[in-house]
């Protein structure tokens, strides 16, 4: 049966010492049960963070990692690096990656395969942009970047896979997507997993909603049979509100 799974996705903020003390926060207050619990911070942050994390269904993302192995890539951080951190996931294709730094479905594709290869769990984003859902697009281009990003994948493969449906209008924009925009999103995305793979696989696949997610919308976003948590950005910066939305369950 599939996981119920809340990210909170850092960006480019919080110093080290800040986000120290932001995950020994998160640390004391998080709730020990079967939902699992994961900080994204950036990647300098991940080796102290890990120190100061014991909680049994607490875990560590990598926000992104390279599209290559090894080798003369200046300034990027390999998958094989963001493993030995500690860290047990990895957000791929997040908007704002693919629209300020150019990340095309092709590249993802190979970040995922590097990721699994590294034994990390990607944490695949995708998402319309408002133009495309205000002309009735939005399926078809959710359903482009699942098929180019992921299936190709082996049934094994993912299997490991975790997705997170953002879409990029509600995304720290203070809009969320209604519960009935979410769950028909989330549905369409397992039919879609569903014809590709079968519905086991497609049952087992734990889908995560993203965008201006927050401790007083939680519980009836994560209440749709379909959405299974949440990937949060600016209420993640807050131990409180984050866990809020952790126990919204
Ligand atoms: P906000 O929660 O700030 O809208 O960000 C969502 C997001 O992009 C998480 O990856």
New binding site residues.
Partial sequence: MRKNIV???W?MNKTLQEGIELAKAVNDQVTENDDIVIL?PPFIHLTEVAKVINKKNLFLAAQNCASEESGAYTGEVSAAMVKSTCADYV?LG???RRSYYGETDEILNKKVKLALANDLVPIF?IGEVLEEREAGKHLDVVKTQVEKGLFDLSKEDFGKIII?Y?PVW?????K?ATPDQAQEMHKYIRDLIAQKYGDQLANDTTIQY?????PDNAKELFANPDVDG???????LKAGDFVAIANAF
């Fill in positions: 990210a909170g996705n960006k994204c957000i997040h908007s704002e984003c997170a953002e509600a995304i720290g924009t203070g969320t993203g965008g201006s997610c927050k949440g990937l949060i950005g600016g209420a993640s």
